[in-house]
Protein backbone atom coordinates (compact mmCIF):
# COMPACT_ATOMS: atom_id res chain seq x y z
CA UNK A 1 0.00 0.00 0.00
CA UNK A 2 1.09 3.92 -0.22
CA UNK A 3 0.17 5.97 2.47
CA UNK A 4 0.71 9.48 0.91
CA UNK A 5 -0.92 12.79 1.84
CA UNK A 6 0.43 12.61 5.33
CA UNK A 7 2.12 14.06 8.30
CA UNK A 8 5.05 11.31 9.11
CA UNK A 9 6.74 11.30 12.21
CA UNK A 10 9.67 8.91 11.08
CA UNK A 11 11.19 8.66 14.37
CA UNK A 12 14.79 8.42 13.19
CA UNK A 13 17.92 9.89 14.21
CA UNK A 14 16.89 13.41 13.00
CA UNK A 15 13.17 13.08 13.78
CA UNK A 16 12.56 13.66 10.26
CA UNK A 17 9.14 13.86 8.41
CA UNK A 18 7.48 13.11 5.18
CA UNK A 19 4.21 12.86 3.57
CA UNK A 20 4.48 9.40 2.04
CA UNK A 21 5.44 5.93 3.18
CA UNK A 22 5.41 2.69 0.83
CA UNK A 23 4.42 -0.34 2.08
CA UNK A 24 5.41 -3.75 0.04
CA UNK A 25 5.35 -7.04 1.40
CA UNK A 26 5.03 -6.25 5.26
CA UNK A 27 8.08 -4.17 4.87
CA UNK A 28 8.74 -0.03 4.44
CA UNK A 29 10.18 0.49 1.19
CA UNK A 30 9.92 3.72 0.64
CA UNK A 31 9.68 6.92 3.09
CA UNK A 32 9.91 10.60 1.47
CA UNK A 33 7.87 13.19 -0.62
CA UNK A 34 5.25 12.39 -2.83
CA UNK A 35 7.01 13.92 -5.66
CA UNK A 36 9.76 11.39 -5.72
CA UNK A 37 7.91 8.14 -5.33
CA UNK A 38 7.44 5.98 -7.71
CA UNK A 39 5.99 2.49 -7.02
CA UNK A 40 4.03 0.03 -9.04
CA UNK A 41 0.39 0.76 -10.23
CA UNK A 42 -0.98 -2.43 -8.22
CA UNK A 43 -0.05 -0.90 -5.29
CA UNK A 44 -3.56 0.91 -3.45
CA UNK A 45 -3.01 4.07 -2.34
CA UNK A 46 -4.66 6.23 0.58
CA UNK A 47 -4.30 9.56 0.52
CA UNK A 48 -4.78 10.41 4.58
CA UNK A 49 -5.93 13.89 3.94
CA UNK A 50 -3.05 15.32 6.14
CA UNK A 51 -3.51 13.02 9.04
CA UNK A 52 -0.75 12.19 11.24
CA UNK A 53 1.39 8.78 10.95
CA UNK A 54 3.53 7.78 13.69
CA UNK A 55 6.01 4.41 14.11
CA UNK A 56 3.60 1.46 16.17
CA UNK A 57 3.76 2.19 19.68
CA UNK A 58 5.90 -0.11 21.79
CA UNK A 59 4.23 -0.71 25.99
CA UNK A 60 7.81 -1.84 26.96
CA UNK A 61 6.30 -2.50 30.79
CA UNK A 62 3.10 -3.71 31.37
CA UNK A 63 1.03 -6.87 32.61
CA UNK A 64 -1.31 -8.61 30.79
CA UNK A 65 -1.63 -11.82 32.38
CA UNK A 66 -2.35 -10.00 35.85
CA UNK A 67 -5.03 -7.24 33.68
CA UNK A 68 -6.44 -10.31 32.16
CA UNK A 69 -6.79 -12.36 35.51
CA UNK A 70 -8.50 -9.25 37.53
CA UNK A 71 -11.81 -8.72 35.14
CA UNK A 72 -13.68 -10.32 38.25
CA UNK A 73 -12.74 -7.97 40.96
CA UNK A 74 -15.02 -5.64 42.48
CA UNK A 75 -14.40 -1.58 41.92
CA UNK A 76 -14.51 0.10 45.40
CA UNK A 77 -15.74 3.57 45.47
CA UNK A 78 -12.83 6.35 44.90
CA UNK A 79 -12.18 7.96 48.94
CA UNK A 80 -10.29 7.93 51.46
CA UNK A 81 -13.55 7.70 54.02
CA UNK A 82 -12.81 4.77 55.70
CA UNK A 83 -16.53 4.24 57.00
CA UNK A 84 -17.90 4.41 53.27
CA UNK A 85 -15.24 2.04 52.58
CA UNK A 86 -16.36 -0.51 54.85
CA UNK A 87 -19.86 0.07 54.15
CA UNK A 88 -20.10 -0.38 50.49
CA UNK A 89 -18.15 -3.92 51.56
CA UNK A 90 -20.83 -4.49 53.64
CA UNK A 91 -23.42 -3.93 51.53
CA UNK A 92 -21.94 -6.27 48.60
CA UNK A 93 -21.34 -9.43 50.64
CA UNK A 94 -25.13 -8.83 52.01
CA UNK A 95 -26.11 -8.43 48.40
CA UNK A 96 -23.69 -11.18 47.32
CA UNK A 97 -24.02 -14.03 49.94
CA UNK A 98 -21.32 -16.44 50.10
CA UNK A 99 -22.33 -19.30 47.74
CA UNK A 100 -22.84 -16.98 45.12
CA UNK A 101 -19.47 -15.42 46.02
CA UNK A 102 -17.07 -17.06 47.95
CA UNK A 103 -14.42 -15.00 47.86
CA UNK A 104 -14.60 -11.04 47.72
CA UNK A 105 -11.81 -9.12 46.34
CA UNK A 106 -12.10 -5.50 45.93
CA UNK A 107 -10.00 -2.65 44.39
CA UNK A 108 -8.93 0.14 45.13
CA UNK A 109 -8.83 1.79 48.28
CA UNK A 110 -6.40 4.91 47.95
CA UNK A 111 -2.91 4.79 49.40
CA UNK A 112 -3.56 7.98 51.83
CA UNK A 113 -6.54 6.18 53.25
CA UNK A 114 -4.73 4.83 56.58
CA UNK A 115 -2.68 7.90 57.14
CA UNK A 116 -2.54 7.72 60.44
CA UNK A 117 -2.35 4.05 60.89
CA UNK A 118 -2.28 1.01 59.28
CA UNK A 119 -5.53 -0.95 58.29
CA UNK A 120 -6.13 -4.14 60.27
CA UNK A 121 -8.12 -7.57 59.92
CA UNK A 122 -10.32 -6.63 62.99
CA UNK A 123 -11.73 -3.27 61.13
CA UNK A 124 -12.21 -5.71 57.98
CA UNK A 125 -13.99 -7.87 59.63
CA UNK A 126 -16.91 -5.44 60.85
CA UNK A 127 -17.61 -5.40 57.55
CA UNK A 128 -16.83 -9.09 56.32
CA UNK A 129 -16.00 -11.82 58.35
CA UNK A 130 -18.08 -15.12 57.07
CA UNK A 131 -15.60 -15.82 53.92
CA UNK A 132 -12.23 -14.28 52.75
CA UNK A 133 -11.79 -10.85 51.25
CA UNK A 134 -8.43 -8.75 50.25
CA UNK A 135 -8.51 -5.02 49.55
CA UNK A 136 -6.14 -4.02 47.39
CA UNK A 137 -4.43 -0.67 47.85
CA UNK A 138 -3.89 1.98 44.73
CA UNK A 139 -0.29 1.22 44.82
CA UNK A 140 -0.72 -2.55 44.04
CA UNK A 141 1.69 -3.21 46.36
CA UNK A 142 -0.05 -3.51 49.50
CA UNK A 143 -2.93 -5.63 50.12
CA UNK A 144 -5.82 -5.63 53.45
CA UNK A 145 -7.14 -8.70 54.90
CA UNK A 146 -9.74 -9.92 57.25
CA UNK A 147 -9.06 -12.90 59.85
CA UNK A 148 -10.89 -15.39 57.44
CA UNK A 149 -8.16 -14.85 54.67
CA UNK A 150 -5.02 -15.30 57.41
CA UNK A 151 -6.99 -18.14 58.81
CA UNK A 152 -7.52 -20.15 55.40
CA UNK A 153 -3.95 -19.30 54.58
CA UNK A 154 -2.88 -20.44 57.76
CA UNK A 155 -1.00 -17.85 59.00
CA UNK A 156 0.18 -17.51 61.90
CA UNK A 157 2.81 -15.37 64.13
CA UNK A 158 5.53 -18.50 63.13
CA UNK A 159 4.70 -18.28 59.37
CA UNK A 160 8.19 -17.07 58.07
CA UNK A 161 7.90 -14.30 55.29
CA UNK A 162 9.13 -15.38 52.13
CA UNK A 163 11.06 -12.20 50.99
CA UNK A 164 11.71 -10.24 54.25
CA UNK A 165 11.39 -6.70 54.33
CA UNK A 166 9.33 -6.89 50.35
CA UNK A 167 7.24 -10.03 50.21
CA UNK A 168 5.82 -10.10 53.99
CA UNK A 169 3.30 -10.22 56.50
CA UNK A 170 2.87 -7.04 58.62
CA UNK A 171 2.95 -7.83 62.18
CA UNK A 172 2.31 -6.07 65.56
CA UNK A 173 4.47 -6.33 68.77
CA UNK A 174 3.77 -9.99 69.91
CA UNK A 175 4.88 -10.75 65.54
CA UNK A 176 0.90 -11.40 64.83
CA UNK A 177 0.06 -11.19 61.60
CA UNK A 178 -2.53 -7.73 61.59
CA UNK A 179 -3.93 -8.03 58.06
CA UNK A 180 -1.46 -5.60 56.06
CA UNK A 181 -0.06 -7.89 53.17
CA UNK A 182 3.02 -6.22 51.54
CA UNK A 183 3.45 -7.28 47.83
CA UNK A 184 2.02 -10.09 46.83
CA UNK A 185 3.09 -12.15 49.50
CA UNK A 186 -0.50 -14.19 49.56
CA UNK A 187 0.03 -15.53 45.99
CA UNK A 188 2.14 -17.84 48.24
CA UNK A 189 -0.56 -19.20 50.33
CA UNK A 190 -3.69 -18.58 48.01
CA UNK A 191 -4.54 -22.20 46.85
CA UNK A 192 -4.33 -23.06 50.49
CA UNK A 193 -7.53 -20.76 50.14
CA UNK A 194 -9.02 -22.03 46.93
CA UNK A 195 -8.64 -25.43 48.13
CA UNK A 196 -10.34 -25.11 51.67
CA UNK A 197 -13.34 -22.97 50.19
CA UNK A 198 -13.83 -25.59 47.26
CA UNK A 199 -13.20 -22.37 44.57
CA UNK A 200 -11.49 -20.55 42.16
CA UNK A 201 -11.83 -17.48 40.22
CA UNK A 202 -12.69 -16.93 37.00
CA UNK A 203 -9.44 -16.00 35.58
CA UNK A 204 -7.94 -19.13 33.74
CA UNK A 205 -5.35 -17.31 31.25
CA UNK A 206 -7.70 -18.54 28.29
CA UNK A 207 -7.04 -16.76 25.11
CA UNK A 208 -10.19 -15.30 24.47
CA UNK A 209 -9.70 -13.88 27.98
CA UNK A 210 -6.05 -13.01 27.35
CA UNK A 211 -7.90 -11.26 23.97
CA UNK A 212 -9.52 -8.66 25.66
CA UNK A 213 -6.17 -7.23 26.97
CA UNK A 214 -4.44 -7.38 23.49
CA UNK A 215 -7.16 -6.38 21.57
CA UNK A 216 -7.35 -3.16 23.42
CA UNK A 217 -3.35 -2.66 22.81
CA UNK A 218 -4.01 -3.04 19.13
CA UNK A 219 -6.88 -0.59 19.31
CA UNK A 220 -4.69 2.13 20.20
CA UNK A 221 -1.63 1.87 17.89
CA UNK A 222 0.39 -0.60 20.62
CA UNK A 223 2.40 -2.77 18.27
CA UNK A 224 5.18 -4.32 21.22
CA UNK A 225 4.69 -5.05 24.28
CA UNK A 226 7.02 -6.17 27.21
CA UNK A 227 4.97 -8.30 30.24
CA UNK A 228 7.49 -7.68 33.25
CA UNK A 229 6.12 -9.95 35.38
CA UNK A 230 5.68 -14.03 34.40
CA UNK A 231 5.32 -16.41 36.90
CA UNK A 232 4.53 -19.63 34.74
CA UNK A 233 3.76 -21.01 30.65
CA UNK A 234 0.22 -20.02 31.15
CA UNK A 235 0.23 -16.77 29.55
CA UNK A 236 2.95 -18.28 27.21
CA UNK A 237 0.53 -21.01 26.30
CA UNK A 238 -2.55 -18.26 25.73
CA UNK A 239 -0.30 -15.60 23.74
CA UNK A 240 1.04 -18.91 21.38
CA UNK A 241 -2.56 -19.56 20.32
CA UNK A 242 -3.66 -16.07 20.30
CA UNK A 243 -0.42 -16.03 17.73
CA UNK A 244 -1.66 -18.85 15.87
CA UNK A 245 -5.23 -17.68 15.00
CA UNK A 246 -3.42 -14.67 13.80
CA UNK A 247 -5.16 -12.44 16.57
CA UNK A 248 -1.99 -11.15 18.51
CA UNK A 249 -0.86 -7.89 16.21
CA UNK A 250 1.46 -7.41 18.37
CA UNK A 251 5.55 -8.32 19.42
CA UNK A 252 5.55 -10.17 22.97
CA UNK A 253 8.36 -10.83 25.67
CA UNK A 254 8.21 -11.82 28.40
CA UNK A 255 10.31 -11.86 31.98
CA UNK A 256 10.22 -14.11 34.61
CA UNK A 257 10.67 -13.37 37.62
CA UNK A 258 13.99 -14.32 40.07
CA UNK A 259 14.03 -12.98 43.86
CA UNK A 260 17.57 -13.61 44.76
CA UNK A 261 20.85 -15.52 43.52
CA UNK A 262 20.45 -18.94 44.76
CA UNK A 263 17.25 -19.47 42.43
CA UNK A 264 18.61 -18.01 39.14
CA UNK A 265 19.53 -21.35 37.85
CA UNK A 266 15.98 -22.86 38.31
CA UNK A 267 14.88 -20.01 36.58
CA UNK A 268 17.23 -19.04 33.92
CA UNK A 269 16.21 -23.28 33.31
CA UNK A 270 12.80 -23.03 33.08
CA UNK A 271 13.62 -19.44 30.76
CA UNK A 272 15.21 -21.61 28.59
CA UNK A 273 13.06 -24.22 28.30
CA UNK A 274 10.11 -21.19 27.97
CA UNK A 275 12.32 -19.89 25.06
CA UNK A 276 12.35 -23.01 23.14
CA UNK A 277 9.09 -23.89 23.30
CA UNK A 278 7.19 -20.36 22.47
CA UNK A 279 9.78 -18.68 21.32
CA UNK A 280 8.98 -17.30 17.05
CA UNK A 281 8.88 -14.17 14.76
CA UNK A 282 5.89 -12.61 17.34
CA UNK A 283 6.87 -13.94 20.92
CA UNK A 284 9.97 -13.94 22.69
CA UNK A 285 11.38 -14.61 26.42
CA UNK A 286 14.35 -13.82 27.62
CA UNK A 287 14.41 -11.85 30.58
CA UNK A 288 14.43 -12.05 34.01
CA UNK A 289 13.12 -9.08 36.49
CA UNK A 290 14.02 -8.04 39.75
CA UNK A 291 11.90 -6.41 42.17
CA UNK A 292 14.89 -4.40 44.27
CA UNK A 293 12.95 -2.59 46.81
CA UNK A 294 9.72 -2.05 47.59
CA UNK A 295 7.44 1.26 46.44
CA UNK A 296 7.13 4.61 48.04
CA UNK A 297 3.94 5.27 49.20
CA UNK A 298 4.50 2.06 51.12
CA UNK A 299 7.42 3.08 52.99
CA UNK A 300 9.34 0.43 52.10
CA UNK A 301 11.42 1.64 48.86
CA UNK A 302 15.18 1.93 49.74
CA UNK A 303 16.13 5.30 50.06
CA UNK A 304 19.61 7.00 50.68
CA UNK A 305 18.48 8.91 53.80
CA UNK A 306 16.23 7.81 56.48
CA UNK A 307 12.27 8.07 55.83
CA UNK A 308 10.45 10.23 57.59
CA UNK A 309 6.62 8.67 58.66
CA UNK A 310 7.65 8.91 61.99
CA UNK A 311 10.34 11.76 64.07
CA UNK A 312 12.44 8.95 65.36
CA UNK A 313 12.75 7.26 61.99
CA UNK A 314 15.59 5.56 61.26
CA UNK A 315 15.06 3.21 58.63
CA UNK A 316 16.48 3.20 54.67
CA UNK A 317 13.74 1.31 53.54
CA UNK A 318 13.99 -2.34 52.47
CA UNK A 319 16.59 -3.74 49.37
CA UNK A 320 15.94 -7.24 48.44
CA UNK A 321 19.99 -7.83 47.44
CA UNK A 322 22.90 -5.68 47.61
CA UNK A 323 25.48 -5.13 45.33
CA UNK A 324 28.13 -7.92 45.57
CA UNK A 325 24.74 -9.97 45.17
CA UNK A 326 23.39 -7.98 42.39
CA UNK A 327 26.84 -8.31 40.69
CA UNK A 328 27.33 -11.94 41.11
CA UNK A 329 23.65 -11.82 39.18
CA UNK A 330 24.76 -10.13 36.23
CA UNK A 331 27.51 -11.31 35.80
CA UNK A 332 25.50 -15.14 35.87
CA UNK A 333 23.34 -13.64 33.26
CA UNK A 334 25.81 -12.19 31.26
CA UNK A 335 27.24 -15.86 31.32
CA UNK A 336 23.80 -16.75 29.84
CA UNK A 337 23.00 -14.34 27.48
CA UNK A 338 19.87 -13.10 29.47
CA UNK A 339 18.59 -9.70 30.12
CA UNK A 340 17.36 -8.07 33.32
CA UNK A 341 14.53 -6.03 33.94
CA UNK A 342 14.40 -4.31 37.54
CA UNK A 343 11.40 -2.93 39.47
CA UNK A 344 13.28 0.03 42.00
CA UNK A 345 11.96 3.26 43.07
CA UNK A 346 13.82 4.56 45.79
CA UNK A 347 17.20 6.37 45.61
CA UNK A 348 19.80 3.82 47.33
CA UNK A 349 17.91 1.16 44.99
CA UNK A 350 18.77 2.63 41.78
CA UNK A 351 22.49 3.30 43.31
CA UNK A 352 22.85 -0.02 43.83
CA UNK A 353 21.64 -1.46 40.60
CA UNK A 354 24.13 1.05 39.30
CA UNK A 355 27.00 -0.07 41.49
CA UNK A 356 26.30 -3.77 40.33
CA UNK A 357 26.36 -3.38 36.74
CA UNK A 358 29.41 -0.90 37.08
CA UNK A 359 31.35 -3.35 38.80
CA UNK A 360 29.77 -6.42 36.48
CA UNK A 361 31.14 -4.87 33.15
CA UNK A 362 34.19 -4.15 35.00
CA UNK A 363 34.61 -7.85 35.61
CA UNK A 364 33.43 -8.84 32.29
CA UNK A 365 35.04 -6.32 30.37
CA UNK A 366 34.55 -7.11 26.74
CA UNK A 367 32.36 -10.05 27.44
CA UNK A 368 29.72 -7.84 28.65
CA UNK A 369 26.72 -8.20 26.86
CA UNK A 370 23.30 -8.46 29.25
CA UNK A 371 20.88 -5.43 28.88
CA UNK A 372 19.52 -4.01 32.31
CA UNK A 373 16.52 -1.97 32.48
CA UNK A 374 15.45 0.00 35.40
CA UNK A 375 11.97 0.15 35.63
CA UNK A 376 10.69 3.47 37.80
CA UNK A 377 13.25 5.16 38.93
CA UNK A 378 10.84 7.72 41.04
CA UNK A 379 13.54 9.26 43.16
CA UNK A 380 17.22 9.43 42.15
CA UNK A 381 19.75 11.72 43.58
CA UNK A 382 21.33 14.30 41.42
CA UNK A 383 24.68 12.59 41.57
CA UNK A 384 23.58 9.51 40.11
CA UNK A 385 21.43 11.37 37.15
CA UNK A 386 24.60 10.85 34.05
CA UNK A 387 25.42 7.15 35.39
CA UNK A 388 22.46 5.24 33.26
CA UNK A 389 23.93 6.52 29.92
CA UNK A 390 27.19 6.11 31.09
CA UNK A 391 26.61 2.37 32.02
CA UNK A 392 24.39 1.27 28.67
CA UNK A 393 21.41 1.10 31.28
CA UNK A 394 17.59 1.58 29.94
CA UNK A 395 15.34 3.40 32.04
CA UNK A 396 11.81 2.69 31.63
CA UNK A 397 9.35 5.09 32.99
CA UNK A 398 5.42 4.38 33.70
CA UNK A 399 4.47 8.11 31.99
CA UNK A 400 0.81 7.82 33.83
CA UNK A 401 1.87 7.97 36.75
CA UNK A 402 3.38 11.64 36.21
CA UNK A 403 0.55 13.57 37.43
CA UNK A 404 -1.19 12.55 40.27
CA UNK A 405 -2.33 9.03 39.92
CA UNK A 406 -0.34 8.38 43.46
CA UNK A 407 -1.19 11.67 44.69
CA UNK A 408 0.90 12.57 48.19
CA UNK A 409 0.96 8.94 49.65
CA UNK A 410 4.85 9.11 49.10
CA UNK A 411 5.37 12.93 51.12
CA UNK A 412 4.43 10.88 54.36
CA UNK A 413 7.66 8.35 54.11
CA UNK A 414 9.89 10.70 51.74
CA UNK A 415 8.88 14.10 52.95
CA UNK A 416 8.62 17.10 51.52
CA UNK A 417 12.37 18.04 49.67
CA UNK A 418 11.89 14.29 48.47
CA UNK A 419 8.57 14.33 47.47
CA UNK A 420 9.06 17.47 45.35
CA UNK A 421 11.71 16.19 43.21
CA UNK A 422 10.26 12.79 42.02
CA UNK A 423 10.00 11.51 38.28
CA UNK A 424 12.85 14.08 36.94
CA UNK A 425 13.98 12.18 34.12
CA UNK A 426 14.70 15.23 31.43
CA UNK A 427 17.67 15.46 33.45
CA UNK A 428 18.62 12.00 32.86
CA UNK A 429 17.82 12.03 29.02
CA UNK A 430 20.12 15.05 29.08
CA UNK A 431 23.29 13.06 29.82
CA UNK A 432 22.44 10.71 26.80
CA UNK A 433 20.55 7.78 28.73
CA UNK A 434 17.93 5.90 26.85
CA UNK A 435 14.16 6.24 28.29
CA UNK A 436 11.94 4.38 27.08
CA UNK A 437 7.52 4.69 28.30
CA UNK A 438 5.02 2.35 29.04
CA UNK A 439 2.37 1.88 31.26
CA UNK A 440 2.22 -0.88 33.96
CA UNK A 441 -1.08 -1.66 33.95
CA UNK A 442 -1.73 -4.18 35.89
CA UNK A 443 -5.90 -4.57 36.51
CA UNK A 444 -9.08 -3.99 34.14
CA UNK A 445 -9.54 -1.40 36.54
CA UNK A 446 -6.78 0.63 34.96
CA UNK A 447 -6.69 -0.59 31.32
CA UNK A 448 -7.68 2.77 29.90
CA UNK A 449 -4.70 4.47 31.24
CA UNK A 450 -2.36 1.79 29.14
CA UNK A 451 -3.64 4.42 25.87
CA UNK A 452 -0.11 5.63 24.83
CA UNK A 453 -1.93 8.86 23.83
CA UNK A 454 -2.97 9.28 27.86
CA UNK A 455 0.22 8.43 28.81
CA UNK A 456 2.13 10.89 26.67
CA UNK A 457 -0.37 13.73 28.25
CA UNK A 458 -0.26 13.34 31.62
CA UNK A 459 3.80 12.94 31.12
CA UNK A 460 4.11 16.46 29.48
CA UNK A 461 1.46 18.64 32.31
CA UNK A 462 2.26 16.47 35.04
CA UNK A 463 -1.49 16.67 35.63
CA UNK A 464 -3.50 13.62 36.19
CA UNK A 465 -6.80 14.23 34.39
CA UNK A 466 -8.70 11.36 36.92
CA UNK A 467 -6.60 12.16 40.41
CA UNK A 468 -5.48 15.87 39.90
CA UNK A 469 -3.72 17.09 43.22
CA UNK A 470 -5.03 20.03 45.20
CA UNK A 471 -4.91 23.09 43.00
CA UNK A 472 -4.73 25.06 46.33
CA UNK A 473 -1.72 23.54 46.41
CA UNK A 474 -0.37 22.39 43.65
CA UNK A 475 -1.44 25.41 40.99
CA UNK A 476 -3.44 24.00 37.94
CA UNK A 477 -2.61 20.54 39.85
CA UNK A 478 1.04 20.54 38.06
CA UNK A 479 3.19 17.75 40.15
CA UNK A 480 6.81 19.12 41.05
CA UNK A 481 9.12 19.82 39.59
CA UNK A 482 7.03 21.71 36.64
CA UNK A 483 10.15 21.41 34.71
CA UNK A 484 10.20 17.98 34.72
CA UNK A 485 7.42 17.93 32.10
CA UNK A 486 8.99 15.76 29.39
CA UNK A 487 8.73 17.25 25.66
CA UNK A 488 7.18 15.73 23.13
CA UNK A 489 9.65 14.29 20.71
CA UNK A 490 11.23 12.58 24.06
CA UNK A 491 7.47 11.21 24.19
CA UNK A 492 7.13 9.71 21.05
CA UNK A 493 10.40 8.30 20.85
CA UNK A 494 10.16 7.03 24.24
CA UNK A 495 6.42 4.91 22.91
CA UNK A 496 8.50 3.79 19.98
CA UNK A 497 12.27 3.59 18.95
CA UNK A 498 13.29 4.30 22.54
CA UNK A 499 10.98 1.23 23.59
CA UNK A 500 12.09 -0.78 20.76
CA UNK A 501 15.62 -0.53 22.22
CA UNK A 502 14.94 -1.91 24.70
CA UNK A 503 13.37 -5.31 23.27
CA UNK A 504 15.57 -5.83 21.57
CA UNK A 505 13.59 -5.01 18.28
CA UNK A 506 15.25 -1.71 16.91
CA UNK A 507 16.42 -3.18 14.00
CA UNK A 508 13.05 -4.17 13.24
CA UNK A 509 10.64 -1.48 14.07
CA UNK A 510 10.51 1.47 16.27
CA UNK A 511 11.16 3.84 13.77
CA UNK A 512 9.37 4.04 9.79
CA UNK A 513 12.64 3.52 7.51
CA UNK A 514 13.49 1.65 4.07
CA UNK A 515 13.28 -1.96 5.43
CA UNK A 516 11.75 -1.88 8.93
CA UNK A 517 8.68 -4.00 9.24
CA UNK A 518 5.67 -2.23 8.66
CA UNK A 519 4.01 -1.33 11.99
CA UNK A 520 2.46 2.37 11.35
CA UNK A 521 -0.41 3.87 13.33
CA UNK A 522 -2.50 6.51 11.83
CA UNK A 523 -4.22 9.61 14.22
CA UNK A 524 -6.43 11.95 12.90
CA UNK A 525 -4.19 14.60 15.04
CA UNK A 526 -1.11 16.02 14.74
CA UNK A 527 0.41 15.07 18.62
CA UNK A 528 3.41 17.85 17.71
CA UNK A 529 0.56 20.05 17.20
CA UNK A 530 -2.02 19.73 19.82
CA UNK A 531 -2.12 21.34 23.33
CA UNK A 532 -0.56 18.77 25.42
CA UNK A 533 -3.30 18.94 27.63
CA UNK A 534 -5.35 17.38 24.56
CA UNK A 535 -2.75 14.33 23.58
CA UNK A 536 -5.31 12.31 25.34
CA UNK A 537 -8.16 12.84 23.07
CA UNK A 538 -6.04 11.78 19.69
CA UNK A 539 -7.99 9.07 18.15
CA UNK A 540 -6.26 5.97 16.58
CA UNK A 541 -8.03 5.77 13.07
CA UNK A 542 -6.09 3.03 11.72
CA UNK A 543 -3.09 0.63 13.23
CA UNK A 544 -0.97 -1.50 10.09
CA UNK A 545 1.14 -4.29 12.04
CA UNK A 546 3.10 -6.31 9.57
CA UNK A 547 1.96 -3.95 6.43
CA UNK A 548 -1.82 -5.56 7.47
CA UNK A 549 -4.65 -3.18 8.96
CA UNK A 550 -5.40 -4.77 12.47
CA UNK A 551 -7.11 -1.74 14.01
CA UNK A 552 -9.92 0.68 12.24
CA UNK A 553 -9.59 1.58 8.67
CA UNK A 554 -7.60 3.79 6.32
Known amino acids: MVLTNARVYTVDAHMSTADTVVIDDEVITYVGPAASCSVADTLPVYDLGGRSVVPGFVDSHTHPAMVSQSFWHVRLPWTTDVDEILAFIREYAQAHPPEEVPFLYFEYYPSATFREGAPTKELLDTAVSDRPCLCQDFSEHEHWVNTRMLELMEITRDTPDPVPGLEMFVRDENGEPTGLL ?265 LHRGNPLFGMQVAATRVDPEYPLDPSVYPGSVRPPAQAALPRDLLVRGYTINGATQMRLADRMGSLEVGKVANVVVLNQDLFAVPADSLAEIKVEAVVFEGRVVAGAL
Request: one cysteine or more.
Open 182 to 446: RELVHLHFIDKVYEKIGWTPPQELTPDRVGRFFRFMTEHGVTAVFEALVDDDEILRAVSELDRRGELNVYYQGALRFRRRSELPEVIRRLKEYHARYSGPHISVNALKLFLDGTNESGNSAVLAPTCSHASDTRHGDIGMEVDELTACFVDCNREGVDVHIHLVGDRAFRVACDAVEAARATLGSQWRTQVTLAHCELVDPADMHRPAELGIIVNWTAHWAGGYFGEGARTHLGDERWNRMYRFTEIVDCGAVLALSSDVVTGYE
